[in-house]
């Protein structure tokens, strides 16, 4: 970042104190938070053989889980079964930016972070936190995190629906080759607070990755695995909204 970039950055209201604490992953976390996509290395999604992983195996409603763009980073994927035209997600400060839809055959396979925005709660191996929610009554598809009870819509962006979150759940771009039926992350779009994340649940991490520093492994072929395997202890909760 150039001089006037830096510059540019503190008239958008972080103080040059806030700026120097940040870790070299929260200051280049809050860099990319200015521009709505947050690029990370390519990642092709796989399945446990290590062969591409086919989207067109996915079945509606069953969610999957990849880690992306660290090892202790878990993501999740679904195939919400109709097609989802892109959204424009509205931040709390009035600004907004377009999650660009379903991908796929049928353009219904979406990707979020599981690192719930408001005290960053997660799909962790060892408790399920945030999972997914199938459509019910008059209520579309949501993935919330039973923490506190945030929900948010996973057909429109991630838009909060109920509880305390303060932003939209991150979702990550999914890059399809139709000929292949193969798919690529490639980032995020939206703020997917990796930097809070390993700071609030560091002490958690510790015990699920040893050396601890293999939590922060980018990871370069991101294997899918069904929910319920990648999350020993899912948990179900009431969803609002
Ligand atoms: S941590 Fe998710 S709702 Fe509080």
Redesign the pocket.
Request: proline share 7%; aromatic share 6%; net charge neutral.
């Given at each position: 970042m150039d001089r006037r970039g830096f510059l540019e950055l503190l008239g958008k209201g972080a103080s040059l104190g806030s700026l120097l604490r940040l870790s070299p992953l929260g200051m280049l976390e809050f860099v990319r938070a200015q521009s709505s996509a947050n690029t990370f290395r390519r990642a092709l999604l796989v399945d446990k053989a290590g062969e591409p992983f086919r989207l067109d195996a996915l079945e509606p409603h069953q969610p999957y889980v990849f880690a992306y763009p660290f090892a202790a980073t878990p993501n999740i994927l679904v195939n919400l079964g109709v097609e989802l035209p892109p959204v424009d997600v509205k931040l709390p400060d009035g600004k907004s930016y377009r999650w660009a839809g379903g991908v796929g055959k049928g353009k219904g396979v979406v990707a979020y972070t599981s690192i719930?925005p408001?005290?960053?709660?997660y799909a962790a191996p060892n408790l399920g936190?945030?999972g997914y929610y199938k459509p019910e009554g008059g209520r579309g598809p949501r993935m919330v995190?039973c923490?506190?009870?945030?929900a948010f819509d996973v057909s429109r962006g991630g838009e909060v629906k109920g509880?305390?979150?303060p932003h939209a759940l991150a979702a990550v771009v999914l890059e399809y080759d139709a000929a292949k039926d193969e798919v690529y992350a490639s980032g995020f779009v939206g703020n997917p607070e990796f930097d809070a994340f390993f700071r609030a649940q560091s002490q958690a991490l510790r015990e699920l990755f040893r050396p601890a520093a293999k939590a922060r492994e980018e990871v370069s072929r991101a294997v899918v695995v069904p929910y319920a395997e990648h999350s020993k202890v899912p948990t179900t909760c009431p969803v609002l909204g």
């Open positions: 719930c408001h005290a960053y709660s936190a945030m995190c923490a506190h009870l945030s509880g305390p979150a």
